[in-house]
Structure formats: C-alpha cells, structure tokens
C-alpha cells in the first residue's frame, strides 16, 4: 500500500511539473545582453541610438558628426579617391581586360596631376617610393633591394631596361603584374601617379613636369585641387 502511495505521489508531481513547464509564460527570463541575443543593425552613417532605451549617443566625436559613428579617415590613412584621377569601377576584371588597359596605359606619357605641384609631386612620389617600392626595386630603380639581396625574392626587373611610360608605371601599381601584387591599398590614387612620375623622372628621365590631362582615357580625371597633401 506504501509502494502504491510513493507512486502515485511521484506521477502527480511528475505531471505537475510537466504541466507547469508547457503552460503560458507570464514572467519571461530576464535577458541579459539583450543587444547580444537581438542585435540591431544600423548605418554608421545615421544617428546612432540604443534600441533598449530613449538614451542617444553621446561621443562627443560623434556629435560632432551628427551622431554618426562612420567617421573621416585619421590623418595619414588611405583615403577613397580624394585626388579624383582613377575610378576603382574601371578596375581589370579578367586577364583580357588587364592585357587591354596595360597596353592601353603605355599611351599615356603624363600625369593628370597639375603641373603647378609637379615639384611637390615628384618629391613625395620619391618619399613614397623609398618606403614601400625600394625594398624590392632598390633606392637606384635597379631592381637590387634588399629583399632582391637577400634571396628572398627574384626576378625585379631594372627600370632602365624597360619600355615604360608612366601610364603603365601608375597601370602596374594600381593593378599589380606577375609577381608584383596591386598597390591600391597603400597608396592614394593621386600618391600612384605620384610614385609613377618619380620613377620616370628618376630612372628614365621622362615626364619630370607632367602636362594637363588630356582626358584620353576614362582611367585618368583632372585633379579637382591644386593643393599637394603630405
């Protein structure tokens, strides 16, 4: 009778708690780290707010902004096109592309950048040059870095051996050719043309004072500003 009375008890209370636990929650779990569980996507470029509450952002950097977390690049970063000579649309798609504009780009025998800053250009585009081109290519445009010494690397060519222009200088940085890899992360579309116009000057003694863009392809666009960053 015992026995019978244990069970009994235990089946009741396993249907309670059965019962209990299929039934309408009135009192939900409190959730912690709700914006974890229910993430709010928004524009960085829109105001910004917490979905949890009438509390608006604050950062004074972002007031500033207008409330939007999307801001200007810091000094010294690389900016999108702030030269407006290269629109990154008309990059090379295919190898027949990239063959098509490389060759495209040997017509091209001066920069779109204003020949006012020509000296300012050449010099940056030297600064430039030094720091990211000569470990491969050598301070001489020889193609006897450092890197090139070591052993690491092989095969850079020699500026003075080469048919170039410094269209197809600036085509070769922006894109990349053979082992070479594109440079477009690291330097500004305008600082390319920059970099080309100093190998010219310096290695082929060519296009030292760029002329005024001719518009003859859609891959070069006047300079919009006469002023040279640094």
């Keep these: ?15 309670t708690v059965l019962l209990n636990s299929c039934g309408p929650k009135e009192n939900v779990p409190l959730v912690y780290f709700p914006d974890m569980y229910f993430p709010v996507a928004y524009d960085p470029l829109m105001k910004a707010q917490d979905a949890y509450s009438d509390h608006e952002n604050e950062i004074p950097a972002f007031v500033k902004n207008n ?3 999307g801001l200007s690049p810091v000094e010294g970063s ?8 290269f629109e990154e649309s008309l990059l090379p798609k295919n190898p027949d592309q990239y063959n098509a504009g490389y060759d495209a780009s040997k017509t091209l025998t001066t920069s779109p950048l204003n020949p006012a800053n020509a000296a300012k250009d050449l ?3 030297k600064m430039l040059f030094e720091r990211t081109c000569a470990a491969c290519h ?5 193609g006897q870095g450092p890197i090139v010494q070591s052993g690491a690397f092989s095969g850079v060519p020699n500026y003075a051996d080469r048919e170039i222009t410094v269209g197809s200088v600036h085509y070769v940085i922006t894109n990349g050719r053979n082992a070479m890899g594109s440079y477009a992360g690291q330097l500004t579309p305008g600082d390319r ?11 082929k003694k060519g296009a030292a ?13 006047p300079e919009t500003t006469t002023e040279t960053k640094k």
Excluded: C, H, S
Aim: proline share 2%; aromatic share 6%; glycine share 12%.
């Design 1 to 15: 009778m015992k026995k019978n009375v244990l069970k009994i008890t235990a089946v009741l209370g396993l249907t």
């Design 67 to 69: 409330g939007a977390t």
């Design 78 to 85: 690389v900016a999108q096109n702030k030269d407006g000579v």
């Design 123 to 125: 010099e940056r585009g």
């Design 138 to 142: 050598g301070v001489g445009g020889d």
């Design 193 to 203: 043309w920059r970099v080309a116009m100093y190998v010219m000057n310096a290695f």
């Design 209 to 221: 004072a760029p002329a005024a863009a001719t518009a003859t392809t859609a891959e070069a666009k």
